[in-house]
Each structure stands twice: as C-alpha cells, then as structure tokens.
C-alpha cells in the first residue's frame, strides 16, 4: 500500500506501547463468544495506532557482499492449516517482539492493515497472534475496514462511520 509508512504527526515520539483501553477490548473479546464484546474490540483497533510487521524477503541467499543481490521488505501473512491467509497487525512493540524480534514495525491504522489485506487478498487480519490478546478480523468487515470506515457504537446496535477527506 503506498500510505503504509507514511509519516503521521499523531504518532510523533510513539514509543511502540500498547493503548490500555484497547488491550483491555481485546480481553474482554478473547475467547468470550459475545458478538458484542467482539465488536466493541474491532471498533477500538479503528481509532488506535497498530504496528504491521515488515520482513525482510527475497534474494538475501548467499555470503559477503553482492551487489546483484537485494531483499524486498513485505508484510507478514500466515496460513491456517485450512490453507486461509491472515495479514498480522500489533497493538504494541511487546505483543510484536513476542512474534518476531526480527520484524520491523511500520505505524499505521486499522483501515491501513485492511487494505494491506484486501491487496494480499487474505482473508483475515489476525491482531496480536502472540498475545496477549489474539482477535481475527474477516469477512466484510475487510472491506469496510479497507474502505475507510469505522465501525462505532449506536443507541441500537453498530454501524460505519465514513471518513471523508
């Protein structure tokens, strides 16, 4: 995607921690079965700064120096055991470490990692696969997501918030 690692004024000095109150979503989301509690986590990662994992990958076989030789960075995808992919996202630099120390991470948004997902064509956004918290995003909330919406709270149940400009 061309804005991931564009640089955001809003995360200017982010030291890579998690936003408690999004952990604290994801917690009460984690295993609960509650469609409610669920939701109420995807619509917490829509306001919150996430760190997508960047590997490096790619032509870096080899020893000593080569200038033919380079390494592309790209996001990482897993796969399920049922052969569907998931682009990973982290609410904190510890949630990533855990993962990869080796991954570099790239500051984006919710909507960002969905769109990352949408071009990948994965079928989930799996956040904090390592813990503390693990949540998977499918379906058509991709799209909305990738779209720029955001999913907030209504008097009566859920619905999208456009952001426009």
Known sequence: MKTLGTVNAAWAGDRGEA???VREALAAASGSGDPDAYLTAVAALCGARLLLPIVADGDEA???????????????????????SGVLAF???????AFDPAARPVLCTLDEVA????EARAEAI????????????????????????????????????????
């Open 19 to 21: 936003d408690a109150g």
């Open 62 to 84: 080899g020893d000593g120096p080569d200038p033919d030789r380079h390494a592309e960075m790209s996001a990482v995808l897993m796969t399920s055991a049922a052969g569907a």
């Open 91 to 97: 609410t904190g630099l510890d949630a990533l470490r």
């Open 115 to 118: 769109g990352a997902a949408v």
């Open 126 to 165: 799996v956040v904090d696969v390592a813990g503390p918290h693990l949540i998977a995003i499918e379906g058509d909330l991709i799209g909305q997501l990738a779209a720029g919406n955001r999913l907030v709270a209504l008097e009566d149940g859920w619905g999208w918030l456009s952001l426009i400009g």
